[in-house]
C-alpha cells in the first residue's frame, strides 16, 4: 500500500483475513497522525489517531503503528470484513495546525 | 459526536456561473474550518484553511479570487467558486476540528460533487 506515483494504491484481501495498509508521511515535525476510511462519494471518517510520543495505539480490530525514523505509519485491521472496503488515509498533522493527507489506499474485501 | 453539515451535495452548473458551498458545524463551534478538494481515485488536497472573523489562509497554487471563502460565523463556513469552468469540477470536502475535549480530530462533511458543463 505505498504510495507510488499517481495512481490510488490497492489491496484486496479475502474476508476473514487481517489487513495491513501502509503510509509514508513527508514531514518529521509532524506530530499527530490520524487514519480516515473513505467510502465511495462519501467524506472521511475518523478510524484511529496517534500522537508522536507513541508507536503503537489500539482500538476495536484496528491497531496503528507509528515508525518516526523512517517516517511510515501502518493500519492493521484484523478479520476484514466486506464492510471495511474503503480508500483508506492516513494524514499527518503539525502543531496543531493543518491536516495533510498522505495518498491513500484502496482496500476491497474479497467475501 | 461531532457532526459537520455540507450543502449542497451535488451540484451541476454552466462554465461560467458561481456556486456557493456550505459547511456547518452543527453540535460546536470552530473557529477554523478547513477546504480540501479531491479528484477521483486521489487524496483530499488542501485548498485553504478558513478562520473566522479574518481572511482565509490559501495553500500554494490555489486561486484567492477563483475560491473565495467567508468564514462569518463560527459555525458556518462558505466557498464559492467564481466564473466556474470544466476543470473546475471536483470533489469538495470541508472539515471542522472540535476542540472541547481537546482531541485534535478534524470531523468532515459529506462532501460537495461539483460538475461544470
Known amino acids: 500500500g505505498e504510495s507510488v506515483g499517481l495512481h490510488l494504491p490497492t489491496l484486496s484481501v479475502q474476508e476473514g483475513d487481517n489487513s495491513i495498509i501502509n503510509c509514508a508521511y513527508s514531514n518529521s515535525a509532524s506530530d499527530y497522525f490520524i487514519w480516515y476510511k473513505q467510502e465511495s462519494g462519501k467524506g472521511p471518517q475518523f478510524i484511529i489517531d496517534?500522537?508522536?510520543?507513541?508507536d503503537k495505539r489500539q482500538g476495536q480490530r484496528v491497531t496503528v503503528l507509528l515508525n518516526k525514523t523512517v517516517k511510515h505509519l501502518s493500519l492493521q485491521i484484523a478479520a476484514t470484513q466486506p464492510g471495511d472496503s474503503a480508500v483508506y488515509f492516513c494524514a499527518e498533522n503539525i502543531e496543531g495546525n493543518q491536516f495533510y493527507f498522505g495518498t491513500g489506499t484502496s482496500l476491497t474485501v474479497i467475501p | 459526536g461531532a457532526v459537520v453539515s455540507q450543502h449542497p451535495s451535488r451540484v451541476i452548473c454552466k462554465s461560467g456561473t458561481s456556486v456557493k458551498i456550505e459547511c456547518r458545524s452543527l453540535?460546536?463551534?470552530?473557529?477554523?474550518m478547513f477546504w480540501y478538494r479531491q479528484f477521483p481515485k486521489k487524496s483530499l488536497m488542501l485548498m485553504a484553511t478558513?478562520?473566522?472573523?479574518?481572511?482565509?489562509?490559501?495553500e500554494q497554487g490555489v486561486e484567492k479570487d477563483k475560491f473565495l471563502i467567508n468564514h462569518a460565523s463560527l459555525t458556518l463556513s462558505t466557498l464559492t467558486v467564481t466564473s466556474a469552468h470544466p476543470e473546475d469540477s471536483s470533489f469538495y470536502i470541508c472539515?471542522?476540528?472540535?476542540?472541547?475535549?481537546?482531541?485534535?480530530?478534524?470531523?468532515f462533511g459529506a462532501g460537495s460533487r461539483l460538475t461544470v458543463l
Open positions: 496517534i500522537r508522536s510520543n507513541m
Open positions: 472539515s471542522a476540528r472540535d476542540g472541547r475535549s481537546g482531541a485534535n480530530v478534524l470531523t
Open positions: 478558513s478562520n473566522e472573523g479574518s481572511k482565509a489562509t490559501y
Open positions: 453540535d460546536f463551534q470552530a473557529t477554523t
